[in-house]
């Protein structure tokens, strides 16, 4: 009796730890099959004209051009916007819900939230491209709406859910203690909120919108509907961008495998990897001291 | 947290297991089934699966999948041996068949239609004609403003297709003949390019004329099509006038590439010969193309004969 249950619980614990070894291999070979592949470019395309000039044209009438300065300032465009549009948004409705609304209020708008994220990012880029950017051309008087400000929308959207839900978690986990002692110090709620538990959050609240960054960076298919896609290098929100990430989806395509231009998409893969790995691992170390602090 | 994630592991575990038992059960019901897998150009994507449909009537065993990828998209999937025929909307280049036949594959060409291509720009915008030479500096970005073309003063701006596009090939060629403007918005689909010009009114590109005119045979609301001429001196041609066709300057062939050459008896030879079929190329003028011209079908025939 007491064997097979012990050999149960190996076996439990095996299939376990091979599963996350499984998940670990698979991680490293995508990132040697980049490496290897997007390395490969540099033999023939040199590191200044990839990453310091600002027109890439493959298909060129002469000769070929492969510089990225352009798609990564688009890039940088589409995140900044983003953010500046999901962060305050963000923070205001975590807020809310962990702090403000009833417990009732609290349990409808939460999963609504969550509900954005379950929206595939073609159907967002279809509203994009058909309700807001019409929309957009129309409010600033522009000849169209296809530029960084309407992608800049759609991925704030995006990236909404990840903000709010991971502030919110942040903001309750905070010990009640905070509360209770700036309430007795006769602060009101708002400044309780300000000055307690905002400066107590904040670590994770970065976190937070370092993975709303991640999810800006490499975000694809709503981008490239709504971006415009010209790979002239952008000099306003209201330009046509082509981030990193569109111009992989659009050119992968019509590739042939191992030439220059398929090294070189692969290339920007490295790029667009190694920028959320950067993203992900600075959040990972804030969240890991916002724990530290205040592991009670 | 770890009960969730135990519960993900089985649902998982469950989902793959389902999977195989099915793929397994098909395959012993079912005898193989004959497939064709054809991807490449958007222009001719809906016609060819408007044929297809028609020749899964006569031989209903053999499945034929259709995707609108864009012709380079199409001609390199078939250089990576991934489908059986690529549509394009333009002939293949040098480079891409030194690239074929070092992976083993001697792409044979078919001219399955004619198609020409529209300049379209808003309804609202005065212009009925333009040249060639007009339209490339425009493309190339060498006039940006209206002004000099229809006399508004407004910013023109460009749409074309992205470069896995036949028509952005084509179009570079015949029309811009040197590169693109950057600051040209690259759409995905000539519908795209169709509904980014009806809403904006500074607008300009290019679409197949097949996509122009809807099923009634009626021009879309909202977009105005531009007669075009080679250069000053010649005659300003509309795509539409269908009896000034053969001298359009914007007319080409739409061709497909056969992976294998087709072997007679095959399902793939006999989709081959549907579409060169009169029933097929009358799908083709339904569909808002040109059934292929005399010269066209004089070449296809040497082709086949040399098939053997």
Known sequence: MGNSKNLKEKSIETFFSSVSIITLLVMIGIFVFLFITGIKAFSEVTFGDFFLKNIW????YGKPQWGILSFFVGTLFVVIGSMAIAIPLGLASAIYISEIATPKAREIIKPVIEMIAAIPSVVLGLIGLLFLSPLIAKIFGLSS???????????????LPTIISICEDVITSL?????????????????????????????GIMAAIMLGIGRAVGETMAVLMVAG?????????????????????????????GSTHYNSLFAIGLVLFIITFLVNLISDIIIENHTRKYRW | MKNQLFMTMVLFAIVVAGCSNNTNSNNQVQPVSNKIELAGSDTMSQMVSNIAEAYSKIDPNTKISVTGTGSGA??????NGEIDIADASRTIKDKEMEQAKKNGITPTEFIIARDTLAVIVNKDNPLSKISIKQLSKIYQGNTSSWKSINGNE???????RQTTSGTYVYFQEEVVKGDYSPKMRNMEGNQAIIDAVRQDKSGIGYASAGYIVGENGKLLDGIKIVSIAKDEKSEYIS??????????????????YFAKTPVKGTPIYNFLLFELSSEAQDIIKKSGYISIYPEDKAKNDITLSGLG
């Open chain 1, 175 to 203: 010990p009640k203690d905070f509360r209770e002692a700036s309430l007795a110090l006769g602060a009101t709620k708002w400044q309780t909120i300000r000055m307690t538990l905002m400066p107590a959050a904040m670590s």
């Open chain 2, 239 to 256: 795509p539409l006038d269908v009896s000034k066709r053969a001298s359009y300057p914007l007319s080409r062939v739409l061709v497909q």
């Open chain 1, 57 to 60: 044209n493959p298909n060129s």
């Open chain 1, 145 to 159: 709406g296809l530029n960084a400000l309407t992608a800049s929308i759609i991925v704030g959207i995006m990236a």
């Open chain 2, 154 to 160: 407004q910013q023109i701006t460009l749409y074309g």
């Open chain 2, 74 to 79: 199409g001609i390199a999937s078939l250089i």
């Open chain 1, 229 to 257: 896609n010209s790979i002239a290098m952008p000099h306003s929100f209201f330009d046509p961008v082509r981030p990193m990430t569109a111009n992989i989806a659009i050119e992968i395509k019509e590739v042939v495998k």
